[in-house]
């Protein structure tokens, strides 16, 4: 019986905050284009006019044809079709987006859940001075140097990015850690004997998944637009790689009489930030209004 009403409590807590979720018609919006990029760059290979353009090919009797109901964006330099790359630049721009979120966020956060429960030992000293030298370089000035001594590729840029990500997970979960510390229900469960792990990864932490969640939201947009920086810079993504940072730095020596090289795949970019941008703040609304 009691299990039952816990499965109500939850299903009826869903049901309210996507309802407060839906109010939002801008909320709706970044959620439409989220998945809409998400569709894109999952199915890139069977919905793109021409997949083979997205790896080793020229056709340079077709190059630089402005955009036609053949090419819809268009092609570039070497032939190549910019609409059926730059949806294959949907793929590669959000799985660098998953894998470094992947790989920050989890350990960020544990790291703040640990200094926050611990505060004033030399465990939260440690933990937090390491955070605060990270946090005072700029994150591109970083990953630009790590990036740089490194050779240029995907996998390289991801772990530059993830090495400079974790500390804002770290300092935001620690803060919210700290105001929870001496809230009522952890000071009952502390009473009631339960273990430290129970009290920090079972009480306080489901109160911390809202700014969190809010944050990995947020996060998607800042990574993929560090990401193309990178691969701007040619510090990412390598040709013949579909990658939207890479296509703009391309096709900006062409600028402006070859607008369409550049341009469109800059406005994908634009496109898929926008989404997760109103997506996040649409999350963060949702749990600040449960709050209240």
């Not at 200094?115 to 994150?139: C, K, L, T």
């Amino acid at each position: 019986m009691i299990n039952r009403l816990k499965q109500l409590s939850k299903k009826y807590d869903l049901k309210r905050k996507w309802y407060r979720f839906s109010r939002s018609p801008l909320s709706i919006v970044g959620l439409t284009i989220a998945v809409v990029s998400v569709l894109i760059a999952i199915l890139a290979p069977f919905i793109a006019p021409y997949p083979k353009h997205a790896g080793l090919y020229t056709n340079f009797k077709e190059s630089f044809q402005p955009p036609s109901l053949k090419h819809l964006f268009g092609t570039d330099q070497i032939g190549r079709d910019v609409f059926s790359r730059t949806m294959f630049g949907f793929r590669y721009s959000l799985m660098m987006a998953a894998v470094i979120l992947s790989l920050v966020v989890p350990p960020g956060v544990v790291l703040g859940l640990i200094a926050g429960y611990y505060r004033g030992s030399w465990v939260e000293q440690v933990i937090m001075r390491i955070s605060d030298i990270f946090i005072a370089v700029p994150p591109l000035v970083l990953a630009l140097a790590i990036c740089s001594v490194l050779k240029p590729s995907v996998f390289n840029a991801m772990m530059a990015l993830s090495l400079m990500w974790w500390p804002w997970y770290t300092r935001l979960t620690f803060n919210m850690v700290s105001s929870l510390r001496n809230e009522y229900f952890v000071q009952a469960a502390e009473v009631i004997g339960a273990s430290s792990f129970h009290i920090i990864f079972k009480e306080i932490l489901p109160n911390c998944l809202g700014s969190i969640l809010t944050k990995a939201t947020l996060d998607v947009a800042w990574t993929i637009l560090m990401g193309a920086s990178l691969s701007f810079v040619g510090l990412g993504a390598q040709p013949p790689t579909p990658d939207l940072g890479t296509m703009v730095a391309e096709g900006a020596v062409y600028m402006p009489q070859r607008w369409w090289i550049s341009i469109f795949p800059a406005l994908a970019i634009c496109f898929i930030i926008l989404g997760f941008n109103l997506l996040g703040d649409g999350i963060r609304d949702m749990f600040v209004e449960e709050v209240r």
